[in-house]
């Protein structure tokens, strides 16, 4: 059995996993499973995780990976996109842990609310709200960008996958990037990596 991936590409949190597992040759079997059909809430995708969400990772022995920044630490380990130095690492997890508190409950929310449910009137002042929020994250982004080639030393690591996966669809969170000169050329960079892939 390979390793089985339960997500949709179009999930920025599922396409960290894809592009990782593209980039480090990782074979694996994708079995779709969409939010909007209601998939991750039947008693069986429950039973492998709890809290409902893509996505999943099955390894083949069975265990069961959950929480996509863990996941690529899971699998980036010994690899080139996790510094083996602690303090490098420690700055991974920073961003990552930014990402996941301050970035992604923003902009992918937006997103959503925009692109996947076409942004019906019921949530229009969620979305709204979710602005000021937006663009704060995006201006810590550029602050470090704006000076650096990445975002953890001077190498591509798993921090710039984390964020990547939203950043590069701001747009269809209604978000303008031209004010970001640094976050528009890192995108740039990161889309040249080798073995990256587009996320549809
Ligand atoms: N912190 C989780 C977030 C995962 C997440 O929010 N997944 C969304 C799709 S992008 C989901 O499954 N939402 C369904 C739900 O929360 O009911 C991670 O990084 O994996």
Redo the contacts with the bound molecule.
Sequence with gaps: MPVVVYGDIL????YKIALLFSQLGIAHEWREVL?TRGE??TADFLLKNPA????VVVLDDGTVL????AILHYFANDSELLPADNLLRTRVLEWQFFE?YSHEPTI?VRRFINRFLGLPEARQAEFDAKEAGSYRALDVMEKRLGEHEFLVANRYTLADISLYAYTHVAQEARLDLDAYPGIRRWLNTIAAQPGYIDME
């Design positions: 999930s920025g949190n599922c939010v991750t809430r409902g969400q893509i996505p959950t929480q996509s920044n996941q992918a």
